[in-house]
C-alpha cells in the first residue's frame, strides 16, 4: 500500500497556487504589452514627484536598508541557509530544490525581460544615470521570490508558524519594491512587474515543492 501523506494539500490548496502563479504571469504581460505601447505612465510621474516633494529621510533610510534583502549579498545566503535546514531534517532532500528553483528562475526571467523591454530609468540630476533597463525591478523580483517561496516551504515542514512566515514575507517582498521607488531608482510599475514575476516563481516553486512531497 502506498505511503500517503496526511498532510497533502487539497486540490483546491493546489488550484490556488497554479492561479497566483498565473495572475502574476498576466499582470506581467499585461505590463509589458502596454509598456509596447508607452513606457511613460502618469501614474509613475506622479508618484514619483510625490516621493520626491514629501519624501522623510529617515523613512528613505530605513528603506535603502530594507532594500538589501533583494541583493544577492542577502537572498543568496537565505536561501542557502534554507536549503540547508530543509534537506538535514528529510531523507528526502530534493525537497528543498524549489527554494533554489524559484530564485533562479525568477532572476533569469528578469534579465531577460530586461532586455526584452528595455525601458528607460528614472532620470535624476541628483545621482549618475543608470543606463542599466529598468522592468522589471530585479530587487523586488528576487526578495519576492525568495520570500514567499522559503515562508512556504518552512511553514509545510513546519518549521516556522504561517502566522509568522506569511507576514515576514510578505513585509520584506513590499519594503524591497517600495525601497526601490522611495531611491527613485525605479518607476512604481517596474516593482509592480518585479511583485508579479516574483509572486509567479515562488507560487510555481510552491506546486514544484508539493509534487515532490506527493512522490
Do not use: C
Amino acid at each position: 500500500m502506498p505511503f500517503r501523506d496526511r498532510e497533502a494539500p487539497s486540490r483546491r490548496h493546489n488550484l490556488a497556487l497554479a492561479a497566483v502563479a498565473g495572475g502574476g504571469v498576466s499582470l506581467l504581460a499585461a505590463l509589458v504589452a502596454r509598456l509596447g505601447i508607452d513606457e511613460h505612465w502618469p501614474i509613475d510621474h506622479a508618484i514619483r514627484e510625490t516621493l520626491s516633494s514629501h519624501g522623510i529621510p529617515k523613512t528613505r533610510a530605513a528603506l535603502r536598508i530594507a532594500g538589501t534583502a533583494g541583493t544577492v549579498g542577502v537572498y543568496v545566503p537565505a536561501t542557502l541557509l534554507a536549503i540547508a535546514l530543509i534537506a538535514s531534517r528529510q531523507e528526502d532532500r530534493d525537497r528543498a530544490l524549489p527554494l533554489a528553483g524559484s530564485i533562479v528562475s525568477a532572476a533569469l526571467a528578469s534579465l531577460l525581460l530586461k532586455r526584452v523591454v528595455r525601458r528607460p530609468r528614472p532620470r535624476s540630476m541628483s545621482r549618475p544615470i543608470n543606463e542599466k533597463p529598468s522592468f522589471p525591478s530585479g530587487h523586488a523580483t528576487r526578495a519576492t521570490a525568495a520570500a514567499l517561496a522559503i515562508a512556504y516551504v518552512l511553514v509545510r515542514e513546519r518549521i516556522v508558524p504561517r502566522s509568522l512566515a506569511l507576514p515576514v514575507a510578505l513585509t520584506i517582498a513590499a519594503a524591497v519594491g517600495i525601497s526601490r521607488t522611495y531611491a527613485d531608482a525605479h518607476w512604481t510599475t517596474d516593482v509592480v512587474g518585479g511583485w508579479a514575476l516574483g509572486g509567479a516563481a515562488a507560487a510555481a516553486s510552491a506546486l514544484w515543492y508539493e509534487k515532490l512531497r506527493a512522490d
